[in-house]
């Protein structure tokens, strides 16, 4: 199935100063940005035709891949002059480069790149910012045996805050944390059928507009999980995600595990 990334927004919570134009996908783990990862975790299960939507520092995405170095990720061998990889990360991904507008919001980015999906009875979408070792193939599978129009995976609130239950009279009954509470939020990795594009207006959203109405009709599906799911809406959340990397905590590159390595189930 082709993967359409959103990668053009600000980010503005991600910057580091006043100069920094860097697109938030192109935020770096290790030795190569978020949008790479993501992408080896499409890959990771044989989906491999990627439609990038552009807007906000296009050419740092652009540049990086026109550019790409594959010996920074691969073993080979140098003989006479000339490098033989041992193995290689891109050379059979196909990617095609959309502008999609500066300051488009989510489903309009995804209207602009209707016509590169058209065809596909279904189709992944992510934001390219948030990483994780959920099972792409039972996320999938359990969406392609229902009628829905869009799936999406939710996620317990990362908030580290807590929520008070209070008596009439002000005594506290109870204090749990956010990520304990009985909620959902949005995860960002999505399956999708073409009936989405009935439901996003011009300039209107994927979940607030397409996803809200799908979810009136009942041909809405979530995929509730709890494991490994890290985003990086803040520079302190990059931050702990190069540290993981650092420490060879790297839970979310399945491409670098064995293949018997399963995730954390699903929730019931």
Known sequence: MKVVLFCGGYGMRMRSGPDDDVPKPMALVGPRPLIWHVMRYYAHFGHREFVLCLGYGAHHIKNFFLDYRETESNDFVMRDGQVELLSTDISDWSITFVQTGIESPIGERLRRVREHVEGEEMFLANYADVLTDAPLDVMVDRFAASDAGASMMVVPP???????????????????????????????????????????????????????????????????????????????????????????????????????????????
């Open 158 to 268: 990362e908030s580290t805050f807590h929520c008070v239950d209070l008596g009439e009279d002000g005594r506290v009954s109870g204090i749990v944390p956010v990520s304990e509470m009985p909620l959902w939020s949005n995860g960002g990795y999505f399956v999708l059928r073409q009936e989405i594009f009935d439901h996003i207006p011009e300039n209107g959203d994927l979940v607030a507009d397409g996803c809200v109405e799908l979810a009136k009709e009942g041909k809405l599906l979530a995929y509730p999980y709890r494991g490994f799911w890290k985003p990086t809406d803040t520079v302190k959340e990059r931050f702990a995600l190069n540290d993981a990397y650092a420490h060879n905590n790297r839970p979310w590159m399945l491409w670098d595990k064995g293949p018997d390595r399963v995730p954390v189930a699903m929730e019931s």
